[in-house]
């Protein structure tokens, strides 16, 4: 279980991310005044282990996960889903997973295959921004993270952009 919390008085979109005792396990960085809405995770140490932009020019709201440099996979909304969000995250090769959820609700599963790998929920009545990710399934947790992330940037602009 993690939580991922926006930090108060923080310029741009700076999370916390815990683990289920409290201690943090990474921070994110949202850059000010990036056009591509970027964000990097970074380790305690201060190095960054992970980021996340939108693609300026895509149909609907598409956003790059890298991992150690790497591309590790695309968050893209999918069109035409009426009262239900949803996102492919496009990783390499046949295994991509799917987030789905309520907007209203703030309640999303993280599927591969068919098969719940995670739950995300927006916390409500909280000054800032708090989702809880409970990763149920064998995937890497710091896609999970960053798609969330993702998901939190796309409902920042307004899902229809």
Do not use: C
């Amino acid at each position: 279980m993690y939580v991922i919390r926006e930090r108060l008085f923080a310029i741009g979109d700076d999370f916390d991310v815990l683990d289920e005792s409290g201690a943090k396990v990474y921070h994110v960085d949202g850059k000010v005044l990036s056009l591509r809405n970027r964000v990097v995770i970074e380790d305690p140490t201060g190095q960054e282990v992970a980021s996340v932009h939108r693609h300026l020019v895509a149909l609907r709201p598409t956003y790059e996960v890298r991992i150690g440099g790497e591309k590790a996979a695309e968050v893209r909304k999918k069109l035409f889903t009426p009262f239900r969000e949803k996102f492919v995250i496009d990783v390499p090769g046949p295994d991509d997973l799917e987030m789905k959820g309520n907007l209203l609700d703030h309640e999303y599963v993280i599927e591969q295959g068919g098969a719940e790998v995670a739950a995300v929920s927006k916390r409500w009545l909280t000054v800032r921004d708090t989702y809880a990710v409970q990763i149920t399934g064998a995937v890497e947790h710091l896609l999970i993270i960053a798609s969330v992330l993702a998901l939190d940037l796309a409902l920042d602009r307004g899902v229809g952009d």
